[in-house]
């Protein structure tokens, strides 16, 4: 079956860290772009962070350059998502998913990231 | 970045109505537009992508059309199952950017 499951999330204190964890199956993982989608409680879909199929090439949204950090590990079939320095406004469920030529095919059923103290 | 502006905000309708969501964006993105239907609790749901191409096992009521700047999803006779949240997205740019969504209410 073609799917997506993150991990990770939970309540962590405002300055702390998370590590997001997305297992993909049921496709060819290492052939995709991969995405990290995140949406605020009871507001819209803001878009993250990107790395390539090979992992050599990463972006960022402004809102967590230099605090986020994405990566992959074709041989596991996983994305990450590294989150350092969190704030309140970092509060989201997190969503990875699979890129098809910038948009996205593929979506998992989120994670709950909790930033409070 | 590239604003998105999707129009209504909110939509009441009954089934069977025709409704069209309108999605403006701040520079042209040419036809790099994707919508997606969310439904309380679910991830995202791709429904059309390039403005006009419809995904895969999405009902052929949906359809998408525009381009440039201007852009439009509609659905020609709403089903029960269609009342959900709606958004845009461009990814004429690697910074991809989402509408602010329409939601879709039963009259």
């Known amino acids: 079956e073609v799917q997506l499951l993150e991990s990770g999330g939970g309540l962590v204190q405002p300055g702390g860290f998370l590590r997001l964890s997305c297992a993909a199956s049921?496709?060819?993982?290492?052939?995709?772009?991969m995405s990290w989608v995140r949406q605020a409680p009871g507001k819209g879909l803001e878009w993250v962070s990107d790395?390539?199929?090979?992992?050599?090439?990463?972006y960022y949204a402004d809102s967590v350059k230099g605090r986020f950090t994405i990566s992959r590990d074709n041989s596991k079939n996983t994305l990450y998502l590294q989150m350092n320095s969190l704030k309140a406004e970092d509060t989201a469920v997190y969503y990875c998913?699979?890129?098809?030529?910038?948009?996205?095919?593929?979506w998992g059923r989120g994670t709950l990231v909790t930033v409070s103290s | 970045d590239i604003q998105m502006t999707q129009s209504p905000s909110t939509l009441s309708a009954s089934v069977r109505d025709r409704v069209t969501i309108t999605c403006r964006a701040s520079q042209s993105i040419s036809s790099w537009l994707a919508w997606y239907q969310q439904k309380p609790g679910k991830a995202p749901k791709l429904l059309i992508y390039?403005?006009?191409t419809l995904e895969s096992g999405v009902p052929s009521r949906f359809s998408g059309s525009g381009s440039g700047t201007e852009f439009t999803l509609t659905i020609s006779s709403l089903q029960p199952d269609d009342f959900a949240t709606y958004y845009c997205q461009q990814y004429n740019t690697y910074s991809t950017t989402f509408g602010q969504g329409t939601q879709l209410e039963i009259k």
């Open positions: 390039k403005a006009s």
């Open positions: 049921g496709f060819t993982f290492s052939s995709y772009a």
């Open positions: 998913a699979k890129e098809l030529g910038g948009y996205f095919d593929l």
């Open positions: 790395i390539s199929g090979n992992g050599g090439s990463t």
